[in-house]
């Protein structure tokens, strides 16, 4: 059972525009939420997190909104950049908990020229 | 450069055999986790260590083991192979426990592992 989802595995997008990444979660208890970016031959780069008593957390051109209620998490991009064609991960945790970070499979983000 | 090293970058052996990947953390992080990425599958967690210590298990095989020496190197060690353990295994650190906000785990680049 997939308790991170990101049910779209690529989204294109043009240069400029607005990439909108969606991610789900099943667990209700998972209170800490991370995006990773990842380029081909490369590890896992850490983008931006947020906990779970906050719904908005910012940094430059990416915002990630957390609707508790909802169990949806979505990682904004404004404006998007050839440089940021990747996969990116969602991933969640329990703070304190014993499961490390459960990622979801990934969306290929593709900036379109 | 995260700063976490794996070796070797490319592994490629034949069913039955047993290998070991290794892994330095960054300096300063106590903590040691080990992910599997199959084709068309996400980050699988494997294992972490924090402080030499094992702190939780995930997905991990009876076949495969890792162990968090003194000097907080890790060494992932997988026996018996099969063609379907080929995959991306990584290697993360972080300082404190991990899942924390401001705790993130930092990644290496990887060791991909082929079974023939």
């Known amino acids: 059972d997939q308790q991170v989802k990101q049910n779209s595995p690529s989204l294109s997008v043009q240069e400029g525009r607005i990439s909108i990444l969606n991610c789900d979660y099943t667990?209700?208890?998972?209170?800490?939420f991370l995006w990773y970016k990842k380029y081909p031959a490369e590890g896992p780069t850490f983008l931006i997190s947020i906990s779970s008593i906050k719904d908005k957390n910012e940094d430059g051109r990416f915002t990630v909104f957390l609707n508790k209620s909802a169990k949806h998490l979505s990682l904004h991009i404004v404006p998007s950049q050839p440089g940021d064609s990747a996969v990116y991960f969602c991933a969640a945790s329990v703070q304190g908990g014993a499961d490390g970070l459960t990622f979801g499979k990934g969306t290929h983000l593709i900036i379109q020229p | 450069d995260s700063g976490v090293t794996q070796t070797p970058k490319h592994l490629i052996t034949a069913t039955g055999q047993r290998v070991t990947l290794r892994c330095s953390p960054r300096?300063?992080?106590?903590?040691v986790y080990w992910y599997q990425q199959s084709l068309d599958q996400g980050l699988q967690f494997l294992i972490q260590?924090?402080?030499?210590?094992?702190?939780a298990k995930g997905n991990i095989l009876e076949r495969f083991s890792a162990q968090q020496f003194p000097d907080l190197h890790s060494e992932l060690n997988l026996s018996s192979l099969e063609l379907g353990d080929s995959a991306l295994y990584f290697c993360?650190?972080?300082?404190?426990?991990?899942?924390?906000?401001?705790?993130?785990?930092?990644f290496g680049q990887g060791t991909r592992l082929t079974v023939v």
């Open positions: 300096s300063g992080d106590l903590s």
């Open positions: 260590y924090y402080n030499g210590e094992e702190r």
């Open positions: 667990n209700s208890m998972f209170d800490y």
């Open positions: 993360a650190s972080s300082v404190g426990q991990g899942g924390y906000e401001g705790t993130e785990a930092f």
